[in-house]
């Protein structure tokens, strides 16, 4: 059965920082394309990078590109998403998914074969 269960959600000031983390398990990690969605309230969600499974292709979402990098751990089975300089427009709840297109351009979830339940950032101003 695959888990995918991300972590490190939470309320932080405009301009702080976050970190967090994927963990799939029940697949073999190491060759699926990983990525990370967000979806705020009242809008539609929003895919805003990718990794591609040996981590030599990332792409970004101009609303994030230069703020927030991804990484992955195929030892560990883990995507990483480290979010620098946070606004209140990155409000929202994050989805980590597994099985994406990753191509260096815009992310879609074509192909997204597993979604993690999500967790919450909120950016206060």
């Known amino acids: 059965q695959v888990q995918v269960v991300e972590s490190g959600g939470g309320l932080v000031q405009a301009g702080g920082s976050l970190r967090l983390s994927c963990t799939a398990s029940g697949l073999r990690f190491n060759t699926y394309n990983m990525g990370w969605f967000r979806q705020a309230p009242g809008k539609e969600r929003e895919g805003i990078s990718c990794?591609?499974?040996?981590?030599?292709?990332?792409s970004y979402a101009d609303s994030v590109t230069g703020r927030f990098t991804i990484s992955r751990d195929n030892a560990k089975n883990t995507l990483y998403l480290q979010m620098n300089t946070l606004k209140p427009e990155d409000t929202a709840m994050y989805y980590c998914a597994a099985g994406l297109a990753c191509s260096g351009r815009a992310i879609s979830d074509k192909g997204v074969g597993y979604w993690g339940q999500g967790t919450q950032v909120t950016v206060s101003s």
């Open positions: 990794i591609s499974w040996a981590g030599g292709t990332t």
